[in-house]
């Protein structure tokens, strides 16, 4: 199991370079970690850079970010085609890859294998148990989600999702790692939809029922939330940023193991269908232009 404590990690690796995963990647390098950013394909791995170096000089124009702190968090990162190259002497991966438990459970049967005993294991999943990703680890003690939000370099929270055996150990470096990049960490049992992710779809998919039933407009149903009840962002707008399709997924999964309140409206459905996923396709609920 882990032993480092996080002030002392070095080292990590981020798989899956889009959009969650280049954004964990920029936060790690901002905290002083050495981190290399894998995926299958170049052209991924270029792009997750390419994003990560424009939000570091967004965050300079804007006075957030220091053109040396900018500068040493570039340094830091790389990015390779090779998981053998990505993973060697690291005390950290935190995975994102796409939502497939398969894809994710064959990963990290090959991590566990590979990875000693103290290398902390994190899925970044927004919904998937995190319990069937480490029954097939070698050393599943040290398997613990880490559910990033998005955008990452903006949002504060981060979910540490805790499975029966996760250690004490690797649940209080995760917690540790977490309030080093910034984040407040929150603690919460491996269950259907976490504790965000069950809560936010939930109000997406009735967001989007409203709009479907004529009750009102995308926009005006976001302001009901943005200006009524607070919300830093509508839920109509969140699911367009998410991705229709990633919350889809999470709908589908979430109606399996708790029933017909999560089920997907059928315009949510149709809306997929069309490629209409939201920010990503350039137009969801709302139009988006670069």
């Known amino acids: 199991m ?5 002030s002392q990690i070095k080292t990590a690796a981020v798989l899956g370079a889009g959009t969650m995963g280049h954004g964990i990647a920029q936060v790690l390098a ?11 394909a170049a052209s991924a791995v270029e792009k997750g850079l390419s994003g990560i170096r424009a939000n570091l000089e967004k965050g300079v124009a804007k006075g957030k970010v220091t053109a040396a702190d900018r500068d040493a968090a570039l340094a830091r990162l790389s990015g390779t085609t090779k998981l053998d190259e990505a993973i060697a002497l690291v005390q950290c991966v935190i995975e994102a890859v796409p939502e497939k438990l398969e894809l994710k ?3 990290f049967a090959e991590l566990g294998a590979k990875l000693g005993a103290d290398v902390l294991l994190a899925t970044n ?5 995190i319990s ?4 097939v680890t070698p050393g599943a003690e040290r398997v613990v ?7 990452v370099h903006i949002m504060s929270l981060i979910e540490v999702v805790v499975t029966e055996r996760s250690s004490e150990i690797a649940v ?4 540790g790692l977490g309030r080093r990049m910034g984040k407040e960490p929150i603690v919460v049992q491996d269950s259907p939809g976490f504790a965000s992710s069950r809560l936010g779809v939930l109000l997406g998919l009735e967001a989007i029922r409203m709009l479907e039933s004529g009750v009102a407009s995308a926009e005006d149903i976001d302001k009901a939330m943005t200006l009524g009840y607070g919300h830093p962002m509508g839920p109509l707008r969140l699911t367009d940023l998410v991705g229709l399709d990633v919350r889809l997924s999470i709908a589908d999964y979430l109606a399996k193991e708790f029933g017909e309140r999560f089920t997907a409206p059928l315009l949510m459905r149709e809306m997929v269908q069309r490629g209409e996923l939201g920010k990503k396709s350039g137009k969801g609920f709302y139009e988006w232009k670069e």
């Open 125 to 129: 999943t927004s919904s998937l148990p």
């Open 145 to 151: 989600g880490m559910h990033f939000f998005n955008p």
């Open 30 to 40: 901002q905290s002083g970690i050495e981190v290399r950013l894998y995926d299958i």
């Open 2 to 6: 882990p032993t480092l404590q996080a």
């Open 132 to 135: 069937r990703i480490a029954s």
């Open 172 to 175: 209080a470096t995760a917690v």
């Open 105 to 107: 459970q064959k990963l």
